[in-house]
């Protein structure tokens, strides 16, 4: 079944060495099990463009401090198995979500 790892920051999201090696590190672990679909940082709110109905926002639509930073599309066993690996995740806010279908 896949899952999506929702990663969640306040935008003063780690950038430089430390960080891309931590994510290289789950990347390998996710490929380790099989588990590794896809995955990507997401830019800055700024960048974002919401739309609702027939209206259109620039910048996200929901106002709060932490913001959609990235994803990882994994494949897991079940729920279990998808928490257990958002838990190795480097960042500390993942969302796990079932993907439909």
């Known amino acids: 079944m896949r899952y999506v790892l929702l990663m969640y920051g306040d935008w003063a999201w780690p950038t430089g060495a430390d960080s891309y090696e931590a994510h290289n590190g789950f990347i390998e672990l996710l490929k380790s099990r ?4 896809d995955g990507e940082e997401l830019t800055g709110p700024g960048r974002a463009v919401s739309l609702r109905d027939e209206l259109r926002a620039d910048g996200p639509f929901a106002e709060s401090t932490e913001r959609l930073c990235g ?14 690996l958002a838990k190795a995740c480097p960042e500390p806010t993942v969302e796990v979500r079932p993907v439909v279908g």
């Open 71 to 84: 994803f990882y599309l994994i494949d897991a066993r079940d729920l279990d198995e998808a928490i257990e």
């Open 34 to 37: 099989g588990a590794y679909v």
